[in-house]
């Protein structure tokens, strides 16, 4: 009997830095599904091999969207992809965001600058329109972190000189307030596998003053466990209802920060390679590998 083969997809310069790709192995193993590890850019590979193909930390697309998105089209003829392409097409640039807000849910404040458009004249607007003593520059196609930077007012031409730095080689920069309960509360990320709710841990506040954006393929991380509040269940409830293509998901991450008020709010929902985090949440690698299963048939 020749049994379902499965593709976990990475990338050459993530895999030793996956810290989920272990404990999802493990849980692999123990369910009996065959797989392999995987680079998404490795041209030996034929895809058409694999029932499925899950896309995991293919963390160096942020620099190469274009490609990974001629090889996720290419694959999706070749096999089934997770998530779907349509899915990584929408989700990889933060422009999303402003769906969701258009949606009605509750999300950090985003705006634009795209390539061409006059910066100065942006950022100035967007400082003007919001009262907040600091804010963030950053791409909009972005992962971890890289490229981000946080910003006093007075910093406006440092702020600015980042911003076109970023247009200049052809990236739509994001301006967002910085929602300072960040640094006392942290960020909150919940998990989902098939729509269901799985874990939730908490990030600690990622940038900092005078740092510098991280040009690393992510910035490191604080994380430990978390329970999630009903009011942060509820937004991101509302977040996953939101996406615009067929649902559930294989998997979803909601990251949410708190507002002014003291209320949740997306930052990001994070759809295409999100880490996952089973080092915080014993045995959550389980129900994700029965989710995959299900998938398999």
């Not at 807000?101 to 607007?125: K, N, Q, Y």
């Not at 559930?248 to 708190?258: E, H, S």
């Not at 994070?270 to 590998?289: C, I, N, W, Y």
Request: glycine share 6%.
């Amino acid at each position: 009997m020749t049994h379902p083969r499965l593709a976990l997809v990475t990338a050459a310069a993530a895999r030793d830095l996956d810290e989920d790709l272990s404990p999802l192995a493990y849980a692999l193993h123990e369910y009996g599904l065959p797989f392999d590890i995987v680079s998404w850019d490795d041209a030996r590979i034929d895809w058409s091999r694999y029932d499925l193909a899950v896309l995991r930390s293919t963390w160096d697309y942020t620099t190469r969207l274009h490609e990974f998105l001629d090889w996720a089209d290419r694959v999706s003829r070749a096999t089934r992809l997770v998530n779907p392409l349509d899915v990584i097409r929408w989700n990889t640039d933060k422009h999303y965001l402003g769906d969701l807000a258009r949606a009605g849910v509750a999300s950090v404040a985003s705006h634009f600058i795209e390539p061409g458009e006059d910066a100065a004249t942006l950022l100035d607007r967007f400082l003007h329109k919001h009262a907040m003593g600091e804010f963030v520059v950053k791409p909009s196609v972005g992962a971890g972190s890289r490229d981000a930077q946080r910003y006093g007012r007075e910093e406006h031409a440092t702020a600015l000189a980042h911003a076109q730095r970023l247009l200049d080689a052809g990236r739509s920069v994001l301006l967002q307030p910085y929602l300072d309960r960040v640094d006392e509360h942290g960020e909150t990320a919940l998990i989902f596998f098939d729509g269901v709710f799985s874990h939730a841990i908490r990030k600690g506040p990622l940038l900092k003053r005078g740092e510098g954006p991280t040009r690393a393929l992510f910035a490191a991380e604080h994380i430990t466990p978390r329970t999630p509040t009903a009011d942060e269940l509820r937004v991101a409830a509302d977040a996953l209802a939101e996406i615009p293509f067929e649902k559930p998901l294989l998997y979803a991450r909601v990251d949410l920060i708190l507002d002014g008020a003291g209320k949740p709010c997306v930052l990001e929902l994070e759809l295409t390679e999100p880490s996952l985090f089973f080092a915080q949440a014993k045995g959550a690698a389980r129900p994700f590998v029965e989710a995959i299963a299900q998938r398999l048939g």
